[in-house]
């Protein structure tokens, strides 16, 4: 990093002595829940010299986090709703993201929108399109990704053979970027660590500590252990995302928030079923549909529903990938079936409640409020402009402190990771030769892990067998499932198939075929004896069959019993009110 930091590592002995330092004294601020928002308020408040703890339930990004539709946008579809200022701010955010921030993690990715008119759409879109391109620029950073640019039918149709020739009479191509949501919270949870934030996943708040009006704490169980402690702290920052009311609960009295889900589902292909070189964004009757490059894979997704049942584990029903399904299918030469779909997964976003029966049209922007002294609460917005939210709360829990609390510097810290890494890109055919490892391997490390790759070639060379890739899911290498559990925060088999990778949605098998492998990997860094790792394949092919059946049914109803028919590995508690 910039400061010449060691990255800290998020590993068992770190969980460990971060829950030990949590109990073990009063600190600035706690934050609840390790999402992008969560995680964000940690970086945030530790790079202004503040003592934060952070404890997230389950794993981290384990909700919404890590089930978007991993694009870093401006959010195209807000021009229509007039909404120009949250549509710069997130184009400024994208800037940042892309060219300081994370330019390992976040690239840029060309979509291509077909138009279905002649004459007026193309000047009512291309002006659109234009004015989203003029507003990357407004903040004064370059925006980082080409301008857009009009195509004729025959030029679209060069490249995105896929189009039926039929469904567009022309198209505007234009760029923004995408990222793996979950590695980025990860990272930016190590890197939260490194200035000096204590995390601690599997760690869930089961009450408030309070002093007469006041909150002046968390209680905690380390659901690993079934231990509770008490975390003090001078303020409490709730930034749980689609939970913002069950944890308003905990403290008692009416919230000055309320939050809505939203379900989103999204299906993965294999990239040789639709032939294209670019993205794709198409209109739908309530919003708009992605056809999005995820390396050998597409993303398509995504749906906008209403949510009431488990927030937990949301199921995606055969109605929402017939949905999917029909809509893309409406422009493809050669449709898709249900045979072609790898991977499904479903998430909701926490909405800001409020006039409207539809959850497409409540509102992204964020609230911050102070319902109680000592207690911070942020919702709404969207992942893009986490960054914007994470200040927003801090200057918040600022108020709350006696001290003074310097400006968010958050603009100017790149994550773990970034530092580097372009001079490192430009020599990854030098390291492939020092490694031993095929160019195309180091492309797919450095794009995970950027600058921090030497600790995972390190891991290699102690143990040449780390080197071979996972059977069964040959994008990633043995040493990728071990470097989770030492250095990235993951407990659990599911933790690392379906968050650290993404074998979960990448395979047709979704993670059964490698669950053995890695489950005996994991055992040594984890601790594991035979018994868990059995313990941990099953539960793992258990959810993967509950999800499979969940996916056949009718209805979000039917859906969501039979997904909730596979057991927690480590169940959550139901909290003291």
Known sequence: MASGRTVARLGPAERAEALERMAGRELDVVVVGGGVVGAGVALDAATRGLDVGLVEARDFASGTSSRSSKLIHGGL????????????????????????????????????????????????????????????????????????????????????????????????????????????????????????????????????????????????????????????????????GVWTDDIQELVGGRGQIHVRASKGIHLVVPRDRIQSR?????????????????GRHWIIGTTDTEWTLDKGHPAASRADIDYLLDHVNAVLSVPLSRDDVEGVYAGLRPLLSGESD????????????????????????????????????????????????????????????????????????????????????????????????????ELIEHDPSLGRPL???????????????THEGARHLNDVLTRRTRISIETFHRGVAVAQESAELLAAPLGWDGEQVKREVGYFTKRVEAERLSQEQDSDQEADAIRLGAPEIVPAVKPES
């Open 77 to 240: 579809r807000y021009l229509e709703q007039l909404n120009f200022e949250l549509v710069r701010e997130a184009l400024q955010e994208r800037a940042l993201l892309l060219q300081r921030i994370a330019p390992h993690l976040v690239q840029p990715v060309p979509f291509l929108f077909p138009l279905t008119h002649y004459g007026w759409e193309r000047a009512y879109v291309g002006a659109g399109v234009a004015l989203y391109d003029t507003l990357g620029l407004a903040s004064g950073v370059a925006r980082g990704v080409p301008g857009h640019r009009h195509l004729s039918r025959s030029r679209a149709l060069r490249l995105a053979p896929a189009l039926k020739k039929s469904a567009f009479t022309g198209a505007i191509q234009y760029w923004d970027a995408q990222v793996d949501d979950a590695r980025y919270v990860m990272t930016m949870l190590r890197t939260a660590a490194t200035y000096g934030a204590h995390i601690a996943p599997r760690a869930q708040v089961v009450g408030f500590l309070r002093e007469g009006e006041r909150v002046t704490g968390v209680r905690v169980r380390d659901l690993e252990s079934g231990e509770e402690f008490e975390v003090r702290a001078q303020q409490v920052v709730n930034a749980t």
């Open 278 to 294: 670019t993205g794709i964004i198409l209109r739908t009757e309530k919003s708009v549909l992605f056809v999005i490059p995820w």
């Open 358 to 457: 539809e959850t497409s049209k409540l509102s992204r922007e964020h609230v911050v409020a102070h319902p109680v002294p000592g207690l911070v609460m942020i919702a709404g917005g969207k992942y893009t402009t986490y960054r914007v939210m994470a200040q927003d709360a801090v200057d918040a829990v600022a108020h709350g402190l006696d001290q003074r609390v310097p400006r968010s510097c958050t603009d100017r810290i790149p994550l773990a990771g970034a530092e580097g890494y372009q001079a490192l890109w430009n020599a990854r055919h030098r390291i492939a030769q020092t490694s031993g490892l095929h160019v195309a391997r180091i492309e797919h490390l450095l794009q995970r892990y950027g600058s921090l790759i030497d600790e995972v070639l």
């Open 471 to 485: 059977s069964g899911a040959d994008d990633y290498l043995r040493a990728e499932i071990v470097y989770a559990a």
